[in-house]
């Protein structure tokens, strides 16, 4: 076999295992001890940031039974006793969903608007995670802990966007389909 055959296989099992690997990263940091207080119980979102990211550039790299399993290993991770598991992959995976159905609306569009739909996308996801542990447990849950992870979440976004975007920097970054070239074959421009 050819060295650049070789390459190019590795470079295509890379680009593959790539968003799954960075989601696998992100699952494991919400259970890093850090020394901030209060921080480290405001950093489950961070999954759902990852998810919604590569959702806007290659939603098929983020195939559902990879947010499925990362979903239920999330939580088994945080959750105690009795908490309802697979709910967060019910999220990433309806996430996912929402993202590739409003793509028009989210890509080749500014940063701003990008950061709105994360927004109510985020908001979504935190109400359908409270409403179901606490139908779950069927106790009255205190909505405080949800609506500090969405705020840490939502600050956190333009800080990790664009390394998530410089991660995946060889995919279709933000670009619509029908502005990504209008040259026929033999034009230049000059």
Sequence with gaps: ???????????RWGRAALPGSVLLFFVLLTLAPLRAPYLSDTLPLLPALVVFQFSLA?????????????????????????????VSALGFVLIRAAVIA??????????????????????GFVVLVWAFTSLWTWTAIDPLPAIMQYLVVVVF?????????????RDPLNVPELSRGTARPGETTS
């Design 1 to 11: 076999m050819r060295a650049d055959g070789i390459l190019a296989a590795l470079d």
């Design 58 to 86: 290659t939603p098929e790299r983020l195939p559902g039974p990879l947010l499925l399993v990362m979903g239920v290993l999330l939580d088994l991770l945080l959750g105690g006793p009795g908490a309802p598991v697979g």
């Design 102 to 123: 409003n793509r028009r609306y989210l890509v080749g569009v500014p940063f701003l608007f990008q950061w709105f739909g994360f927004c109510i996308l985020m908001f």
């Design 157 to 169: 976004y333009p800080l990790l966007a664009p390394l998530l975007a410089r991660v995946r920097a």
